[in-house]
């Protein structure tokens, strides 16, 4: 990939915004790769193989969640190198559109999304602690307030997500080493699994009842045949599915909230969206064939041992977990339980980084509150951290997190088909602009993005009305937000 940049010295550009650019392409990476592995990838198989019935369809819906992601980092590449700025996917909808539609964005990443995931993630990091330390139990409550009950977990989640904003709040460079040590060993173990999978998890049951009729009818564990949707039905099941596999594979344009952060922004972010997408993307199909070699795909209910489970009835989901089990026994169980905590954390520890980043963009367009647009001594948003910090605890405490990150996937998915819109526009309405990196199949393959992500979209509205209503009613929101915040702080509006 040919990416030629021309710009000011760094030491310039540093004293113009005061952030320190520390965030090398190997570190992109991390971010771009531990922003996407969390949790998902170990549990949402179980019920994207309920939704599409095939072993063929189980995996055709990873692989179109991968080109999805791929085709939508080389998409935003061309963005991000034009405006390799912090605050990332809020300047390039400023740009394309206007402030109202960017802060949109902005206010439904505040509110929900980043928000949502640290706290989702910070839950599920101390769920899995609890399998090497039992005391960290949803059971063992440490005291009750009317109906409101505050568990062990919930303060592991806190502990760690206050932890985490305290590392990132001393600088990038305490941030990124985070990042680096938990991402890589976070990729060596998940390659690991890969191999040990391959090597010594192989089931002739498994693979009897998988491959036997890859794409037609399959028998579950306990005798019952499930014949597969095809035509429309099919079309609607897969799009259905990938509200899993979406979340998982989401957060890849994360490194673009960091530009003023970044070595050479106009080619590393680029680089590390594709490089660290495609990444993933291997990463989560390999996966699914092991899943698919060791466990047969649909199950029991009613079964006691993880073989007669499957995937599709794996305890609480958990199909690594089962895979583990298989392969080694008790032992493994716990092994993918650290690598887990390790996956969590650092996810958290990018979303946290990230986020920030975005709400400090905003703030310098006059449209939060000043403080959040203001660095501390070591070159970060600290204010904005902490106010992050603040609202993802909340969210840990109301227990709801997960139904918000439900309740956002539409809106997720509108604002990415409304970014890689804004390719387009701005090749219209800034022809002359500078653009050290042109998407790559332009036009045809943005333009396959915004048609297959709008087919999910109509999908989950027509037929998941649940996931949808609620994260539009959310964005609307904004809109008074906007307008209230705009009269009050738009004397503040700092320009660089």
Not at 256 to 263: K, T, Y
Not at 296 to 315: E, K, L, R, S, W
Not at 374 to 396: M, T
């Amino acid at each position: 990939m040919d990416v030629k940049t021309t710009q000011a010295p760094e030491s310039m550009q540093q004293k113009a915004t005061g952030f320190k650019r520390e965030l090398t392409l190997f570190d992109a990476i991390m971010i771009v790769t531990g922003g996407m592995i969390g949790s998902g990838i170990f549990i949402v198989t179980a019920d994207i193989s309920k939704a599409v019935v095939t072993p063929a369809n189980m995996l055709l819906v990873w692989v179109v969640t991968g080109f999805l992601t791929v085709v939508g980092a080389i998409s935003y590449g061309e963005l991000s190198s034009m405006f390799p700025k912090v605050g990332g996917q809020y300047i390039y909808l400023k740009e394309a559109y206007n402030k109202l539609v960017a802060f949109l964005y902005g206010w439904t990443l505040f509110l929900v999304i980043q928000t949502g995931i640290i706290a989702a993630v910070g839950v599920a990091f101390a769920r899995f602690t609890g399998v090497l330390f039992p005391w960290f139990s949803e059971t063992n409550v440490l005291f009750s307030v009317g109906a409101f009950n505050f568990t062990t977990v919930q303060l592991l989640a806190i502990i760690s997500i206050v932890f985490l904003t305290y590392i990132n709040s001393r600088g990038v460079k305490s941030g990124k080493l985070i990042q680096n040590i938990f991402g890589s060993t976070k990729l060596i173990a998940l390659f690991g699994l890969i191999l040990l999978g391959l090597l010594f998890g192989v089931n002739e049951t498994a693979i009897q009842a998988n491959f036997t009729d890859f794409w037609g009818t399959q028998t579950a564990t306990d005798g019952t045949s499930l014949i597969p949707p095809t035509g429309i039905a099919l079309i609607t099941a897969i799009g259905i599915a990938m509200v899993g596999s979406l979340f998982s594979s989401d957060s890849w344009n994360n490194i673009g909230f960091s530009g003023d952060e970044i070595v050479n922004p106009k080619r590393t972010i680029v680089l590390s969206m594709v490089i660290g997408s495609a990444l993933v993307t291997g990463i989560y199909l390999l996966i699914n064939v092991v899943y698919l070699l060791v466990l047969p795909m649909h199950g029991n209910a009613a079964a006691t041992d993880v073989m007669g489970q499957g995937i599709t009835f794996a305890d609480n989901a958990r199909v690594a977990t089962a895979v583990a089990e298989v392969i080694g026994g008790s032992k493994a169980t716990i092994a993918i339980a650290i690598l887990i905590m390790i996956s969590t954390f650092g996810c958290n520890n990018g979303a946290i980084l990230s986020g920030a980043r975005v709400y400090y963009a905003i703030a310098r367009d006059g449209l939060f509150f000043k403080k959040m647009g203001e660095l501390n001594k070591n070159g970060v948003p600290a204010a904005a951290l902490w106010l992050q910090c603040i609202w993802a605890c909340l969210l840990c405490l109301s227990g709801s997190y997960n139904q918000l990150l439900d309740y956002v996937i539409f809106a997720v998915m509108l604002f990415y088909i409304l970014t890689i819109v804004g390719v387009f526009i701005l090749r219209v309405k800034r022809p002359d602009l500078p653009r050290p990196y042109k998407a790559f199949g332009y036009p045809v393959l943005p333009a396959m993005y915004i048609l297959f992500a709008s087919a999910i979209c109509i999908i989950l509205l027509i037929y998941k009305p649940a996931y949808t209503w609620p994260g539009l009613i959310i964005v609307s929101l904004g809109i008074p937000v906007y307008y209230f915040f705009g009269s009050k702080f738009s004397k503040q509006t700092i320009n660089e």
